[in-house]
T-cell receptor, first 117, second 111 residues
Framework: DTGVSQDPRHKITKRGQNVTFRCDPISEHNRLYWYRQTLGQGPEFLTY????????KSRLLSDRFSAERPKGSFSTLEIQRTEQGDSAMYLC???????????????FGQGTRLTVV | KNEVEQSPQNLTAQEGEFITINCSYS?????LHWLQQHPGGGIVSLFMLSSGKKKHGRLIATINIQEKHSSLHITASHPRDSAVYICAVMNYGGATNKLIFGTGTLLAVQP
């Protein structure tokens, strides 16, 4: 296993189009996170999965955004009717939470850079 | 005011210099990450710590829980250390272990 992988690495789309990103976490990692990073800023939390259950969503995640992790392995993040303000780096991270362990180290993918023109 | 503040925002150093990047946070945390991000975008975790000090090669990270402050030190800096260094904290009591990030410190090490 080579770590967290994201696809595509870059996406240019026209305003109003739908886009979908994929994240493959490290095998057996039960936690998966999506973050968004705009230019010059630190990443911001979007949503979190424990196995296949989406347990938390940020208010940054408008109704145009949807994320799934259907089998508790890979995850997809879809943005409908993209806007120029959606242009950002979308980062995926995964971690393994064990019973009795409070802190879990997160491992990040390379990110998908979205440009909406 | 951001929950995680880093200083400086930008740092230029000469090769070989000792570098310190600081991180202060205002929330209770269970752990703190130091991360490195290169221009391509990918983030690499350097350290996760909840107390004391950790060392890995030329990198040293310290944390003072009482003062809510952490530092990342780079000894004998090299141009390949040029990157954005990001401090991120895990909010204490949160079940998700999601991270709250600082805005990063852009480090440029000149030969």
């Amino acid at each position: 296993d080579t770590g967290v992988s994201q696809d595509p690495r870059h996406k240019i789309t026209k305003r109003g189009q739908n886009v979908t990103f994929r994240c493959d976490p490290i095998s057996e990692h039960n936690r998966l996170y999506w973050y968004r990073q705009t230019l010059g800023q630190g990443p911001e939390f979007l949503t979190y999965f424990q196995n296949e259950a989406q347990l938390e969503k940020s208010r940054l995640l408008s109704d145009r955004f949807s994320a799934e992790r259907p089998k508790g392995s890979f995850s997809t993040l879809e943005i409908q009717r993209t806007e120029q303000g959606d242009s950002a780096m979308y980062l995926c991270a995964s971690s393994l939470a064990r019973v009795g362990t409070v802190n879990t180290e997160a491992f990040f993918g390379q990110g998908t850079r979205l440009t909406v023109v | 005011k951001n929950e995680v503040e880093q200083s400086p925002q930008n740092l230029t150093a000469q090769e070989g210099e000792f570098i310190t990047i600081n991180c202060s946070y205002s929330v209770g945390i269970s752990a703190l990450h130091w991360l490195q991000q290169h221009p391509g975008g990918g983030i690499v975790s350097l350290f996760m710590l909840s107390s004391g000090k950790k060392k890995h090669g030329r990198l040293i990270a310290t944390i003072n829980i009482q003062e809510k402050h952490s530092s990342l030190h780079i000894t004998a800096s090299h141009p390949r250390d040029s990157a954005v260094y990001i401090c991120a904290v895990m909010n204490y009591g949160g079940a998700t272990n999601k991270l709250i990030f600082g805005t990063g410190t852009l480090l440029a090490v000149q030969p």
